[in-house]
């Protein structure tokens, strides 16, 4: 080791020159050589001139290199160490495939973050992991930014948000969900150290704290320090760092769901809550993993504040149309910089939930459903209610925004029928399509209170009776069928069938028997074409997509018959009889499950086509739909006693 030490110190330059020294470095350099190295790096002069070329060299002898990776922090041209950490930080690879020269046992072997401690920290070779080398050149880079004194820093400071910003993405796609948060914790806490801000760093979950590289105030001078930034080079600065938050936060809850709709809906309405069963906040309070989220959330609202980030600007963001900026050119004034639309989202609906969810004294955003959430609506939602591209977390806190709104009766003004339309719609297809039950649910909870929310009953009647006409959604019109039955409730059971807000002497629209003569065709169609004429696995698989809805419509009609003291205001004896409910609906279902009985039995053409198993279920089914077409025909009975009566 002496010999290497001899001949490293032997080139110091003026005797060598700088390259000629850094080749010589190069090839002698070793963790037992570090302790020297740092010796020679207080040379402000040396590592002025050196530094930056340093930095690839000592990466991958951390963590020994550490307080020579300060050093060069410290004393470095800033400017050329800053391209050289992001250049850095732009190599670092997250994929977890193993090479093909390193075996299972190898990786399992390679160190984390959280192996780096202070306590554990030896002389090794082993091979410093992605997350912790990220970490260190964070912690360099919030050394290196300050001390760049030039009339435009934001040259400088665009390129590390952008390094900062690629890599912690391809991060978030390969790290566990616990490395995923330290990570976030880290940037977090970078940007809070270069915008300057004083408010107090929270204490870190884990290790990263103990691989920074604390800030030291001797750090050297720019060398090539030349004016002071403009008031406008400041705006610009702090618009870099507004925008960096909200793709940061876009990043972190894309990875990582945070629930907000069923959270919001157990504050709303904690009387839905299953007893026996936790509700999902208290799974969030109560599971680590879930809870360092929300904290983690709870540190990037802060820092959006603290970067005086408005409600305005984010609504601004999410109603306006996308902008796409020019990565080709540096930004030269704020205007030209671009919120995430997505982490705008993200962030305006985390400070809907800090008061809700957590209690927290915030300002809460002050936005309406029309045009408000209607926009926002229609630009994150509209297009991909029928491909399925808006992700989960989008969707939820799209949702989100809505019952938040409806929650503070913050209606807005009423909006056009066509775009009311569009909104219900959208969300009525979510409720119907997407593969989450969650969310599932939380969008027909959303869509069913802006129906019934809406001040005009035309407008409920008309988007009833489309989805009944046209959607091709049997479960959503199966939903029809409950906004139908949740409208005539409403309309009825307040004084004489009036509004609370209205006249009491004025009847409402869903307390006469107009809505249901428009309707009952579409409830009650002619089923003998669908369910007996064509061949019989073909009228089976017709019943098999309707079910839901023949049995919405059945629970309904068994509704109305029982409720004696709407049959005089809505005319139930008349609409029974116009309409001939028996001889369309429920003789040619009976017919039907009787039929698909014998197709389902030893020896029938269904039994083959849908298995054991499949037999079951059907026969289950069948037995579900002539139970409910029983209790109809029941209550028709006691129609016709009461009516000869």
């Known amino acids: ?61 951390l963590p020994e290199s550490r307080q020579c990776l300060r050093d060069v922090a410290l004393l470095g041209n800033p400017r050329e160490c800053v391209l050289k950490a992001t250049e850095s930080l732009r190599e670092l690879q997250f994929d977890p495939e193993a090479p093909d020269d390193e075996s299972e046992d190898e990786l399992r072997e390679k160190p984390r973050a959280s192996d780096y401690r202070a306590d554990k920290i030896e002389t090794s070779s082993a091979k410093p992991s992605p997350l912790f080398v990220f ?7 919030a050394t290196l930014q300050p001390r760049i004194k030039t009339a435009r820093p934001s040259r400088f400071l665009s390129s590390t948000l952008r390094a900062v910003l690629s890599t912690y993405n391809d991060a978030t796609r390969h790290l566990s969900s616990a490395d995923v948060d330290e990570l976030t914790s880290g940037v977090s806490r970078f940007v809070k150290s270069i915008s300057g801000k004083k408010r107090p760093h929270l204490p870190p979950r884990r290790s990263t704290q103990e691989a920074s590289l604390p800030k030291d105030p001797e750090a050297a001078p ?73 904290s983690i959330i709870g540190q990037l609202l802060a820092l959006a504040q603290d970067l005086d980030l408005p409600n305005l600007e984010l609504l601004k963001t999410l109603t306006q ?28 609906t985390a400070r809907c939930a800090s008061p809700i969810l957590f209690g927290s004294p915030a300002s809460s955003p002050d936005f309406k459903i029309c045009p408000d ?26 949702i989100a925004l809505g019952l938040y709104a409806y929650s503070r009766d ?51 009647l008309n988007f009833i009776r489309d989805t009944l006409e046209h959607c091709p959604f049997e479960n959503l019109k199966g939903s029809a069928v409950g906004w139908l039955k949740d409208e005539i409730i409403s309309a009825n059971t307040s004084s004489d069938g009036a509004r609370q807000k209205g006249d009491e002497d004025e009847e409402t629209f869903f307390s006469s028997p107009t809505p249901l003569r428009i309707l009952f065709p579409l409830l009650f169609p002619s089923l003998t074409p669908v369910l007996l004429t064509p061949p019989l696995s073909t009228s089976y698989q017709t019943l098999k ?6 049995l919405s419509v059945l629970n309904f009609y068994r509704f109305l018959l029982l409720s004696t003291h709407l049959h005089d205001k809505l005319d139930i004896p008349s609409l029974h009889g116009d309409h001939d409910i028996e001889g369309n609906f429920l003789s040619p279902v009976r017919d039907a499950t009787k039929r698909f009985r014998e197709g389902l039995g030893e020896g029938g053409e269904l039994r083959d086509e849908e298995g054991e198993e499949g037999v079951k279920v059907a026969l289950a089914e069948l037995d579900l739909l002539d139970h409910a077409v029983g209790q109809v025909e029941d209550a028709v009975k006691e129609l016709r006693h009461r009516s000869s009566g």
């Open 373 to 398: 959430h209607v926009s926002i609506t229609a630009s994150f939602l509209a297009a991909e209610s029928e491909t399925g591209a808006a992700t989960d977390s989008v969707l939820d806190a799209v």
């Open 321 to 348: 149309p996308e902008s796409e900026p020019n990565e080709d050119e540096e930004p030269s004034k704020p205007e030209d910089i671009p919120l995430s639309r997505v982490g705008a989202l993200f962030l305006l």
């Open 545 to 550: 997509a309707s079910l839901t809805f023949y």
């Open 1 to 61: 080791m002496a010999s290497r030490i001899d001949a490293i110190r032997a080139s110091l330059p003026p005797k060598a020159d700088h390259l000629t020294f850094l080749t010589i470095l190069s090839y002698n350099l070793s963790p037992t050589i570090l302790p020297d190295l740092h010796d020679i790096l207080q040379d402000p002069e040396l590592t002025t001139q050196i530094g930056w070329d340093l930095i690839p060299t000592l990466i991958p002898l």
């Open 135 to 141: 970490t260190t050149l964070l912690s360099l880079l």
């Open 222 to 294: 720019d060398p090539e320090a030349s004016g002071a930034p403009s008031s406008g080079e400041l705006a610009l600065q702090k618009r870099l760092l507004q925008a960096f938050v909200t793709h940061l936060v876009e990043d972190a809850v894309q990875s990582h769901p945070l629930e907000w709709s069923v959270r919001f809906d157990e504050k709303f309405r904690p009387e839905k809550i299953v007893r026996g069963r936790p509700s999902v906040n208290d799974t969030f309070a109560k599971d680590s993993v879930l809870h360092a989220r929300d």
């Open 410 to 460: 913050s209606i807005g003004s009423t909006p056009d029928d066509e775009l009311f339309h569009n909104y219900l719609q959208t969300l009525s297809l979510i409720s119907a399509t997407n593969p989450s039950p969650t969310l599932r649910y939380a969008a027909h909870l959303l869509c069913s209170t802006a129906l019934h929310a809406h001040p005009v009953d035309t407008t409920h």
